[in-house]
């Protein structure tokens, strides 16, 4: 009882400077997205639970989380296509500009944000790693903004996308990848290049992200078909099969059990290059993601979650 008592004290000083940052970036002057700093931080804290040592893990894990979310609800609704345009192309260059050269107040406040805690975010994994990944960071939010990019694109333009081509770019977009990846950096762990760029690595992101974008659409189908968003179960039920909403959920059910087969062989063979504290991390995200989405949106709306958040954080 002492040593959670304990860590509830570390979880609310983590979360004040969690709000802080918040603040001091002004996200909390947007008028759109939506507010994920407590969930997120709620979901990283199941994942990554050694409350004495990992607290730069679990920061870097709700901060690019809460990032994220905000330039994809951007992206969704909040902004215009030039001004997602323009989001796109700063991240492609990596630099601050006057404040009279951006699109909107909007893209300058979600771009220096953005710009700041990468940048903060490089010179500790710098102290912790012994060398300098901004570039890596940098191009995972490349990767993901240019997700963004093609989803956007495909909804604007009206696009039919098959099944797989809608995976090819949404589980890059559900960002599973870079939010473990940053978190990673923090745990205690020395991740060599080698280990990073593995087809290890690779294969357990994009299996855990699969797995997360799949459950995702599932649990908000009913909004994206109202907001007539991309969504796998919108894709299946127009694919010319007259497959059902049942049938359609059960084939992405199959679908997701075949990714976390997947994962489970990755996570516990033997002889791997990546350590197993790296890999138990990434199955511990997609067990927190299955928590979330169980039979609804509990990331977007937490209502059955609320308690549960409350009494482990001691909120």
Same mark, same amino acid.
């Given at each position: ?25 002004? &996200? #909390? %002057?947007?008028?759109? @997205?939506? !507010?994920?700093? $407590?969930?997120? =931080?709620?979901?990283? +804290? ?105 989803? &956007? #694109? %495909?909804?604007?333009? @009206?696009? !039919?996308?098959? $099944?797989?081509? =809608?995976?090819?770019? +949404? ?53 994206r078909r109202e907001n007539k968003g991309n969504n796998c179960m919108s894709i299946l039920l127009a694919d010319g099969r007259g497959v059902t909403e049942e049938e359609a959920i059960a084939e992405i059910k199959e679908i997701v059990e075949n990714h ?18 790296c890999r138990d991390t990434f199955m511990e995200t997609c067990k927190a993601a299955s928590y979330v989405y169980t039979s609804s949106d509990e990331f977007t709306t ?14």
């Amino acid at each position: 009882m002492q040593d959670f008592t304990i860590c509830q004290a570390q979880y609310h000083k983590e979360l004040q400077q969690l709000q802080r940052w918040y603040a001091d970036c002004r &996200l #909390d %002057t947007l008028k759109f @997205g939506r !507010q994920v700093v $407590f969930i997120s =931080y709620f979901l990283v +804290s199941l994942v990554i639970d050694d409350c004495a040592t990992s607290a730069h893990a679990r920061l870097a894990f709700t901060k690019t989380t809460v990032l994220v979310t905000l330039i994809d609800d951007f992206f969704d609704y909040g902004g215009s296509r030039k001004e997602c345009y323009h989001i796109h192309e700063l991240v492609n260059e990596w630099k601050l500009k006057p404040i009279a050269e951006y699109e909107s107040k909007e893209v300058e406040i979600l771009f220096t944000a953005l710009y700041n805690t990468v940048n903060e975010l490089a010179v500790l994994t710098g102290v912790e790693q012994g060398r300098s990944i901004k570039e890596f960071i940098i191009g995972m939010w490349v990767e993901v903004l240019s997700s963004f990019k093609v989803e &956007l #694109d %495909t909804w604007s333009d @009206g696009s !039919q996308q098959s $099944f797989d081509e =809608y995976m090819s770019t +949404s589980w890059l977009s559900i960002s599973g990848k870079i939010v473990i990846l940053v978190a990673l950096q923090f745990i205690g762990v020395k991740l060599s290049d080698e280990m990073l760029m593995s087809e290890e690595c690779s294969d357990l992101s994009r299996h855990v992200s699969i797995i997360i974008r799949l459950i995702n659409d599932v649990c908000s189908f009913e909004e994206r078909r109202e907001n007539k968003g991309n969504n796998c179960m919108s894709i299946l039920l127009a694919d010319g099969r007259g497959v059902t909403e049942e049938e359609a959920i059960a084939e992405i059910k199959e679908i997701v059990e075949n990714h976390r087969r997947k994962l489970m062989q990755i996570v516990y063979k033997k002889g791997t290059i990546l350590p197993r504290r790296c890999r138990d991390t990434f199955m511990e995200t997609c067990k927190a993601a299955s928590y979330v989405y169980t039979s609804s949106d509990e990331f977007t709306t937490p209502q059955k979650l609320k308690e549960d958040m409350k009494s482990f954080l001691g909120l």
